[in-house]
């Protein structure tokens, strides 16, 4: 089995022990059973893993009652409640657990920020630091074996799941990554959360899936679906809290020719979105390749910069008159300008360079990707 080195356990080893509780969140699949078994394997029977799926494990979670936890946390110092998202009111019982117990290091997780979020951020402001894990990066599969051009094209075409990426077998990874896509994708969702209609909200998905790297437009969803723009947006919300899309807003300085409340739609992962339409087209016959490679892109930014402790905003440039740049990242004051192409070249649009000549720019290919993530 491989063991990728995570680039975000640096930053949550230095938080362990600091008098705050531990959240981590992430698509499930992503790797956080693993991540936290091995950040508490040095503590040896000081450390204990617990599936908060399991009903032995789910009896000790009682409102008001921090002492049922007890039997889980005594002669421990690091203790790793997995997929908390699952125990009803988890923030209230960890509070109090917390304040009563304040020794023991607790790091939960969670495949769902709608519902462990919700449940622990709000009642524990001020007694959690909150991690996220997503899919692998560029980087930390490099840190494993240097990627290749034939590498690349497999991971835009199935994705970067830790077990996706791990199976040499294409037809195991495909039954991983459907599995993923079927299995896992709507379950907190469909859990947690009143769908009226199932069938209607994984239309949605499939027609987001269709529209990567394009506009979104609310009202020709509501259309097609036959509901409410109200009911599209909360289905957005969700598919955003349950970490299988990005909503990426337009940039503007409120100059009169730029769209300042556009926004886009990415899939956290793009071999559950090719699953989703298409997953045995080889990437270069694919007319869709282009919109695959922004998204690819797009969600390689996002994963780097989750390592930041104050991210970089990633948006798009479009003018009224349809000319655009793909991907702005914004950092403070600093505002780096990216076009995301398969092979070609591209310069910065003459508008885009006249509106903010201090911003930097790169064309980002497939030749230079992976060295842009994976700097030497």
């Given at each position: 089995m491989v063991i990728f080195q995570r680039t975000i356990e640096t930053r949550i080893v230095g938080s362990l022990f600091k008098n705050r509780m531990i959240s981590i969140?992430?698509?499930?699949?992503?790797?956080?059973?693993t991540l936290t078994k091995k950040l508490i394997k040095k503590y040896g029977e000081h450390g204990k893993h617990y599936d908060c799926q399991l009903a032995e494990i789910r009896?000790?979670?009682i409102v008001g009652e921090p002492d049922k936890l007890l039997p889980l946390t005594i002669g421990k110092k690091i203790v790793v409640f997995d997929e908390a998202q699952t125990i009803q009111d988890i923030g209230s019982i960890l509070k109090a657990f917390h304040d009563t117990y304040p020794g023991v290091q607790i790091i939960a997780t969670g495949s769902s920020s709608f519902d462990l979020a919700n449940k622990i951020n709000e009642p524990m402001t001020g007694?959690?630091?909150e991690f996220i894990l997503l899919p692998l990066s560029l980087l930390e599969i490099n840190i494993s074996k240097p990627i290749t051009p034939d590498d690349l094209s497999r991971f835009m075409l199935y994705g970067t799941y830790p077990a996706v990426v791990a199976e040499n077998s294409l037809d195991i990874k495909k039954t991983i990554l459907k599995n993923i896509a079927t299995?896992?994708?709507?379950k907190d969702v469909f859990t947690f959360e009143a769908i009226k209609n199932p069938q209607?909200?994984?239309?949605?998905?499939?027609?987001?899936a269709l529209q990567i790297g394009s506009l979104v437009s609310l009202n020709e969803l509501a259309t097609h679906l036959g509901v409410s723009r109200s009911v599209i947006r909360r289905y957005l919300r969700l598919l955003e809290q349950a970490f299988i899309i990005k909503i990426v807003h337009s940039f503007s300085n409120n100059l009169r020719t730029e769209l300042k409340?556009?926004?886009k739609v990415f899939f956290l992962d793009v071999g559950v979105r090719n699953a989703l339409i298409d997953i045995d087209s080889p990437m270069d016959t694919r007319r869709d390749k282009g919109a695959i490679f922004e998204n690819f892109f797009v969600t390689e930014k996002m994963k780097k910069g989750i390592l930041e402790i104050f991210p970089p905003e990633i948006m798009f440039w479009r003018t009224r008159a349809g000319i655009e740049v793909d991907v702005i990242e914004k950092k403070g004051p600093k505002i780096f300008a990216y076009e995301c192409k398969w092979q070609d070249k591209i310069t910065v649009p003459s508008s885009f360079q006249t509106a903010y000549p201090e911003a930097h720019f790169e064309c980002i290919n497939t030749g230079n990707i992976v060295s842009h993530f994976v700097k030497k």
């Open positions: 969140l992430g698509p499930r699949q992503s790797g956080k059973t009896k000790h979670f007694r959690i630091f299995q896992y994708l709507y209607i909200f994984e239309d949605l998905v499939k027609l987001l409340k556009a926004f």
